[in-house]
């Protein structure tokens, strides 16, 4: 083992479906929806759901899905995704191949070159086999593949994986993929959540830094840390097939407790992080950027503002949750895509996600 290889990002990509669901349409469908079970004598009464509360209670403006026609039929309110041939490339695969060719591309190396894919997301379509090895097969990568979920935070404890298997020596390269169809597991017929979520793909390539050809973000120091929660949950599995009358049960699909993530997560993640840059000797005048989780921007500011010391200057904490919504792990991974390009060497910056499990996980770098 070479204690003192150090892991490096190098690339990053992003795939971004072409199918936008603004709120005001999302609204629209949900309100018609709900007037048609109300007529039909819903008790209690679905209340009307309202864009103005979406953008004020979140930041979110819209969203980027698969399907936009399924999920807005008020007679449906769920994506239609056609099944595929097990011969086909699957639906997460599909996406992952177009976020990891870009990553690739930016760090300048060819597919063959990687030793490990792995596929983090807070859902996968099928139990096995894992599709990040469907991934490896269709990129033509070397080495070996796997699936993990850590629901929002799989991104960042997929990096701290990759990472660590290249700080121990184990492997040289790695692409850390993250296919989110999140429009399959949200509820859109309830109002508390039918806003919250959008498809989409990010990927990381990270390299032993030695390897690394052009300009790359040097991991300085990764974290991940976990604590039992029931307020973010999704009860489906492969156990439901032995339980009577699950089909339709509200559990099936994504449920939370909002206000308890808000005050719960809030804490956690602002003292894990300030943590974390303590043990490194990382002042916040030291960090120049925080790409930070994606799921509503008043917990963003609140977090900003903890980890500062000061309200963040305008593209110190980039959101980019008001074009995507909430995408699960790819959240922070977007916000690193779109917004890192700007920094100079010797600049610090932490990615850091947050979610269901309780889990969140934090990346400290420094671009070279
Ligand atoms: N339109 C109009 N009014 C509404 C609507 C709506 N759509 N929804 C709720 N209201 C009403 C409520 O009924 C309530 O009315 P009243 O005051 O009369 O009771 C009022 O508005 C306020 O409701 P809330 O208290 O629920 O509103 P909040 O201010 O708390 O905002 C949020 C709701 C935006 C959901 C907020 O609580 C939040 O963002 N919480 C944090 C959520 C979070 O970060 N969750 C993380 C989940 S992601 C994750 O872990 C990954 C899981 C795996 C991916 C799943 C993919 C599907």
Redesign the pocket.
């Known amino acids: 083992m070479s204690s003192q290889t150090r892991a490096a990002i190098t690339g990053s990509g992003v795939f971004t479906p072409s199918q936008v669901i603004t709120n005001d349409e999302l ?1 629209v469908a ?1 309100n018609a929806y709900a007037d048609r079970q109300n007529a039909a004598g819903a008790d209690p009464q679905i ?4 864009a103005d ?2 953008k004020s ?2 930041g979110i403006e819209q969203r980027f899905v698969l399907d936009k026609a399924g999920v807005l039929d008020p007679d449906r309110m769920y994506p239609r995704l056609v099944p595929r041939d097990d011969g086909a490339p699957g639906q997460m695969a599909e996406m992952a191949v177009t976020a990891c060719t870009d990553a690739l591309a930016q760090a300048g190396i060819d597919a063959g070159q990687i030793d490990a894919v792995i596929c983090a997301a ?2 996968h379509e099928r139990a096995y086999p894992a599709i990040a090895i469907e991934i490896q097969q269709l990129l033509g990568t070397s080495g070996f593949a796997f699936d993990m979920n850590v ?2 935070s799989s991104a960042t404890f997929g990096i701290q994986a990759a990472a660590d298997m290249i700080r121990s020596g184990s492997i040289r390269r790695a692409i850390v993929v993250n296919p ?1 169809i ?2 399959a ?2 509820e859109w017929r309830d ?7 959008g498809d989409v793909c990010t990927a990381v390539v990270l390299e032993a830094a030695d390897l690394a050809q052009g300009d790359h973000f040097v991991i300085r120091s990764t974290r991940c840390a976990t604590q039992f929660s029931n307020n ?1 949950r ?1 009860n489906d599995g492969f156990l439901r097939r032995t339980r009577d009358a699950m089909d339709d049960r509200r559990d099936m ?2 449920v ?1 407790n ?2 308890k ?2 005050k719960e ?1 809030l804490p956690l993640v602002s003292r894990h992080i300030a943590d974390h840059m303590a043990d490194e000797g990382v002042t916040a005048d030291d960090l120049k950027r925080l790409w930070l989780h994606q ?2 921007k ?2 963003n500011d609140y977090i900003g503002k903890r980890v500062l010391g000061r309200d963040p200057e305008p593209g110190e904490q980039p959101n980019i949750l008001q074009d995507y919504a ?1 995408t ?1 792990s790819a959240g922070s991974i977007i916000a690193f895509a779109k917004y890192s390009d700007d920094l100079i060497p010797g600049d610090t910056g932490l990615i850091c996600s ?4 309780y889990s969140v996980g934090s990346v400290i770098v420094t671009r070279v």
């Open positions: 609204v949900f209340p009307q759901s309202s509360f979406i209670a979140s807070s859902n629901a929002c989110e999140c429009s597991h949200l109002r508390d959540c039918h806003f919250i979520f973010i999704n699909q994504f939370q909002g206000r993530v808000f997560v799921a509503n008043a917990m909430n699960s947050f979610g269901a499990g």
